[in-house]
């Protein structure tokens, strides 16, 4: 399942895996001159989804109440957040 073409949802993320990761923002800087979307305030606490990125070669973090355009979506590198909390939706 790829998610990194596209705006990654709660509805999609939690589909096949009823669970979602929160993390708080650790580094808000250098936002590319190119990024379209939101982006996320440092220290604030998000729902997120850890997926990984085929194009990318590594784990992408992808903020699910985020919309964003492309190349970027919602999907931010992993050392702009700090994973705090694992909560199953069953």
Request: charged share 20%; hydrophobic share 40%.
């Amino acid at each position: 399942m790829s998610h990194e073409v596209a705006n990654l949802d709660m509805a999609a993320a939690t589909r096949h895996l009823p669970v979602v990761h929160y993390a708080y923002c650790t580094d808000a800087s250098d936002r590319p001159l190119n990024h379209r979307g939101d982006w996320p305030e440092e220290g604030k606490l998000y729902p997120v989804r850890v997926v990984p990125s085929r194009l990318e070669g590594m784990e992408l973090v992808h903020v699910l109440t985020f919309e964003g355009e492309a190349p970027y979506y919602n999907a931010f590198g992993p050392q702009r957040f700090a994973v705090v909390a694992e909560v199953w939706l069953n």
